[in-house]
């Protein structure tokens, strides 16, 4: 039985990378992420005490997320360290001063009340109302007044809060599919259909896109990294107190510059009278399909460029060479504790162009479908007894499995694309997703729709993804 009263004491150094591939096993094992891994770590839990460590995980990883979840989990530990409530049991102490902690980070703001009866909230109501008749997924939510009404009635609905009067139905139809204002049907139809596609591309997005760092650009120009000259910025002051200034030079690798993409289609004035849901669905989810094939492409363009060596960087080499020390030096391997142990030296002793150490750690392993089950045996758990027991690689990588990857030899290791650029995909600044646009159809009759989306994606660092080509690769 863990004594009621007892304090964690946080270690004085870093706590070792098997403590922390432990602890990071067991945050995974509960499905909350490693961000809490180092803090947890510092205290050198058994694996009794990280257990009701994780019941404050939970709490901060409920009610908040990123920085302020480890921040609130952080000043959770301090007080079990200082003994706060400490006659009660550990796990239900780490909860409460988790949730203790939330509060204090997360003081409550005034609610704005927002006028519904208003001609734009009308029309957000209408479109969230739209979006549950075209995905059966979707509970309305602001327009729940409105989910019993079906396609036509819309139209008619936005002809009357127009002040529009027609002496019939279709009429009213007619009309409203040649609209084309700022409430007009066409317009709400269309913001409906954009957050249709906004859903189901977040529910199925390419694998690859965890790989990969999001930029959001402002315009289509193309641009490189910006790098600095020397050897090190940061030097010595000797004792004439001077200081070396130095100037940002364009002259890193070049960033992904955007291409437009689009495609449209046609809604007749039949559908919408005769209120055909499966066609409308049937279109969005063609389009749903068609978004995600090339978001997928386009992402994987500078992965298998030049053969699948890579996109030619600035140095005029492939992205993977011996050159820039993210292959390895002889033939390819399969997955094994040995071949990724050499894959991660190769990354941790990677530089940058002034020749300083990156010191990357691995976060993810990425592999064609053939290598699942191969990297899921490499990286399956194992159930230790202590903490301090695991394999070094156990739970510590991302598994991605890619489909889009053709060739079934190579494997990549990559560094967190949430910190370090890689494998960069880019958007155009207000238009982070693709957008449905319509107008009055002229060769049919009816409405048409288009959807375009403006995306590009470079690979700007080499040293933080390592491929290795595989056994016979």
Avoid at 11 to 33: C, M, N
Avoid at 86 to 97: G, I, Q, S, V, Y
């Amino acid at each position: 039985m863990m004594n009621k009263s007892m304090k964690l004491i946080a270690r004085k150094d870093a706590p070792p990378a098997r403590l922390l591939a432990g602890v990071r096993g067991l945050l995974k094992a509960q499905g909350l992420p490693d961000d809490f891994a180092q803090v947890m770590a510092t205290y050198s839990p058994s694996v009794e005490v990280a257990e009701a460590l994780i019941e404050a995980a939970k709490v901060c990883s409920e009610r908040t997320k990123g920085e302020e979840a480890v921040k609130a989990f952080s000043m959770a530990m301090q007080g079990l360290e200082a003994g706060e409530f400490e006659t009660a049991p550990l796990a239900d102490r780490a909860k409460h001063l988790a949730a203790a902690a939330i509060d204090t980070l997360t003081p409550q703001r005034p609610k704005v009340l927002r006028d519904w009866s208003a001609p734009e909230a009308i029309q957000e109501k209408m479109a969230d109302a739209m979006l549950a008749l075209i995905d059966k997924t979707h509970a309305p939510t602001v327009g729940r007044e409105y989910s019993a009404k079906r396609l036509s009635e819309f139209a008619v609905m936005s002809e009357e809060n127009a002040g529009r009067r027609h002496r019939t139905r279709d009429d009213a139809i007619r009309a409203a599919m040649a609209a084309n204002g700022v409430g007009d049907f066409p317009v709400t139809l269309g913001r409906a259909m954009d957050r249709y596609i906004a859903r189901r591309m977040e529910l199925r997005a390419p694998d690859i896109l965890r790989a990969a760092s999001k930029r959001v650009l402002e315009d289509y120009r193309p641009s490189r990294v910006l790098t600095l000259p020397g050897l090190n910025p940061v030097r010595e002051v000797l004792e004439n107190g001077e200081i070396e200034h130095m100037t940002f030079e364009e002259k890193g690798e070049f960033n992904p510059v955007l291409r437009d993409f689009a495609g449209g289609f046609n809604i007749t004035n039949k559908v919408v009278a005769d209120d055909d849901l499966g066609l409308v669905e049937g279109l969005m989810r063609s389009m749903v399909e068609a978004c995600i094939a090339k978001q997928r492409q386009v992402l994987l363009e500078p992965l298998l460029a030049n053969a699948g060596n890579g996109q030619t960087m600035a140095n005029g080499l492939p992205m993977f060479s011996a050159e820039n020390g993210n292959i390895p030096p002889d033939v390819g391997d399969q997955i094994t504790v040995a071949s990724l142990s050499a894959a991660r030296t190769s990354m941790r002793k990677q530089k940058d162009r002034a020749g300083q150490i990156l010191a990357l750690e691995p976060w993810g392993l990425v592999v064609p479908p053939e290598r699942e089950t191969e990297a899921q045996q490499v990286l399956a758990e194992l159930h230790a007894a202590r903490v301090q027991d695991v394999n070094p690689f156990t739970n510590t990588l991302e598994l991605i499995v890619e489909p889009g990857l053709e060739n079934p030899m190579p494997w990549y290791l990559i560094a967190n694309p949430s910190f370090h650029e890689g494998l960069v995909w880019a958007t155009l600044e207000g238009l982070d997703g693709p957008r449905v646009e319509s107008r009055v159809g002229w060769e049919t009759l009816g409405m048409q729709f288009r959807v375009i989306w403006a995306l590009d994606a470079k690979f700007t660092e080499h040293a933080t993804w390592y491929r290795n080509p595989g056994q016979g690769g």
